[in-house]
């Protein structure tokens, strides 16, 4: 195996590796944000929102009974038909894609679609008569007022459709069931994607208290006293809860300004080139929708310095979104010094001409962007953790991010580790939080209905 000397690689790639003093600030000024986001009198212009979910009771394994659940946020939809059941958890589902067309579209254009894969999806499930307990998981920050009343408060991740926010998104999909008139719902809960995550693992693990997700967004979820939250509007004392699931949207952690002292050059470029500049920079530094085109700007540069590839790039690599974020997974997947999967990568770019130690350099820039999402996740899960001040957590997490990347969970085992030395936890894959999390809560809904 030879060892490049990738030093002026390095050089330029400087910016992108955080100092554990810079993690430990990153961990302070999240802190802040949360208690902005969570305090009455700051909540209005406060970056993280930290929205009351008004889920305060997590699953205690005895849910039962069939539902429904719905899962929007990411590139795909999903219809789920779930029962849940002693000691078991019988799944049927079905994705839909979203195209472009309609995550562009309108509002009632979406939930019109919506509508009819969910009426498709009962058809062929034999269900199209039953009205069955739904649980909804829309992953996109909304100010909730109720288990069933969510207003969209701003589209992330790529979705910008026309009339939709400021509305109340149960009321949204209700509407276009009415207008199609063939099947018949019980929404009994609207969820975030993270909210889901953590009931999942809640289901197993009666410790866990954090929900996070690092796929398509990013974002977390923590189980918060009621007594921190001055924006509950409910009412409090012994007989209200005295918990509740906050789902913070960490993701827009920055838009105000504080992360720019780790803020690149490339960050910039991302951000400028979205359809939402100037929001949610700290997902714009980690999740799955960016990661891949952060190394691609970073290889641009390297090129145009003439430090890799003998300064020869090629149209594709020039062509922004070409640079997939499994590419990251696949290239730092390989033995440190095989280059099989990178090659291929760097041939489906037209990069046939790349030696050894232009793979070398690639792999590197791909492990900067990587570790940095990792570390800055790590920061976050830190806070929340030092927040809650438990001795032992379990934390859930999901999303396409974690779930693929060879290394992303040992980077979070160590980086948490050193960041929060008395804390004891866990890193548990959360299995299907979008789905199995909606009808978990729309069971506990029910559960408490009766
Ligand atoms: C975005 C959404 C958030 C969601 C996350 C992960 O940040 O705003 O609601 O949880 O993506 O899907």
């Known amino acids: 195996m030879v060892d490049y000397d990738l030093q002026d690689i390095q050089e330029r790639c400087?910016?992108?590796?955080?100092?554990?003093?810079?993690?430990?600030?990153?961990?302070?000024?999240?802190?802040?944000?949360?208690?902005?986001?969570?305090?009455?009198?700051?909540?209005?212009?406060?970056?993280?929102?930290?929205?009351?979910?008004?889920?305060?009771?997590?699953?205690?394994?005895?849910e039962r009974g069939n539902f429904l659940a719905l899962d929007l946020g990411g590139t795909n939809f999903r219809v789920l038909l779930i029962h849940l059941g002693q000691n078991c958890f019988d799944m049927k589902s079905k994705i839909y894609a979203v195209p472009q067309s309609i995550m562009l579209g309108t509002g009632e254009g979406l939930f019109d679609h919506i509508a009819e894969c969910m009426a498709n999806f009962m058809e062929e499930q034999g269900v199209l008569y039953e009205e069955l307990p739904l649980g909804f998981t829309f992953s996109?920050?909304?100010?909730?007022?109720?288990?069933?009343?969510?207003?969209?408060?701003?589209?992330?991740?790529?979705?910008?459709?026309?009339?939709?926010?400021?509305?109340?998104?149960?009321?949204?999909l209700k509407d276009a069931i009415k207008r199609r008139g063939d099947i018949k719902i019980d929404i009994m809960a609207v969820l975030n994607d993270t909210t889901g995550t953590l009931m999942s693992c809640a289901y197993k693990k009666h410790n866990c208290r954090v929900g996070v997700i690092v796929g398509t967004g990013a974002n977390a979820c923590y189980v918060?006293?009621?007594?921190?939250?001055?924006?509950?509007?409910?009412?409090?004392?012994?007989?209200?809860?005295?918990?509740?699931?906050?789902?913070?949207?960490?993701?827009?952690?920055?838009?105000?300004?504080?992360?720019?002292?780790?803020?690149?050059?490339?960050?910039?470029?991302?951000?400028?080139?979205?359809?939402?500049?100037?929001k949610q920079q700290f997902e714009k530094m980690i999740s799955g929708m960016y990661m891949g085109e952060l190394v691609r700007l970073v290889l641009v540069k390297l090129v145009q310095e003439n430090l890799i590839l003998g300064g020869h790039g090629s149209?594709?690599?020039?062509?922004?979104?070409?640079?997939?974020?499994?590419?990251?997974?696949?290239?730092?997947?390989?033995?440190?010094?095989?280059?099989?999967?990178?090659?291929?990568?760097?041939?489906?770019?037209?990069?046939?001409?790349?030696?050894?130690?232009?793979?070398?350099?690639?792999?590197?820039?791909?492990?900067?962007?990587?570790?940095?999402?990792?570390?800055?996740?790590s920061a976050g899960v830190s806070c929340l953790l030092d927040r809650m001040g438990e001795s032992d957590v379990t934390v859930a997490v999901d999303g396409s991010v974690y779930r693929f990347h060879p290394h992303f969970h040992d980077l979070m085992m160590l980086k948490i580790g050193e960041l929060s030395p008395h804390i004891q936890f866990d890193i548990m894959l959360s299995e299907d939080g979008s789905g199995r999390g909606a009808a978990l809560v729309a069971a506990v809904a029910c559960r408490l209905e009766r």
């Open 14 to 62: 400087r910016d992108l590796i955080l100092s554990e003093e810079q993690l430990v600030e990153v961990k302070q000024r999240l802190e802040t944000e949360l208690n902005r986001g969570l305090s009455k009198e700051d909540h209005e212009d406060a970056s993280v929102k930290c929205f009351i979910t008004y889920v305060a009771d997590l699953p205690d394994g005895t």
């Open 140 to 172: 996109f920050p909304c100010q909730q007022e109720g288990l069933t009343k969510a207003t969209l408060v701003t589209w992330t991740k790529g979705f910008k459709c026309a009339g939709a926010e400021g509305k109340d998104v149960v009321q949204m």
């Open 224 to 278: 918060e006293k009621l007594e921190n939250t001055g924006t509950w509007k409910g009412p409090r004392g012994p007989k209200a809860p005295q918990r509740m699931v906050i789902n913070t949207e960490w993701g827009a952690f920055g838009d105000n300004g504080v992360l720019d002292f780790i803020r690149t050059v490339y960050d910039d470029e991302i951000d400028q080139n979205s359809i939402n500049p100037g």
């Open 315 to 377: 149209d594709m690599l020039f062509q922004r979104g070409n640079f997939f974020t499994k590419y990251v997974s696949e290239i730092e997947g390989e033995k440190k010094g095989e280059y099989n999967s990178c090659r291929m990568v760097l041939e489906e770019l037209g990069l046939g001409h790349a030696n050894d130690r232009d793979c070398a350099a690639v792999r590197y820039v791909c492990e900067c962007i990587s570790r940095r999402a990792a570390f800055l996740t």
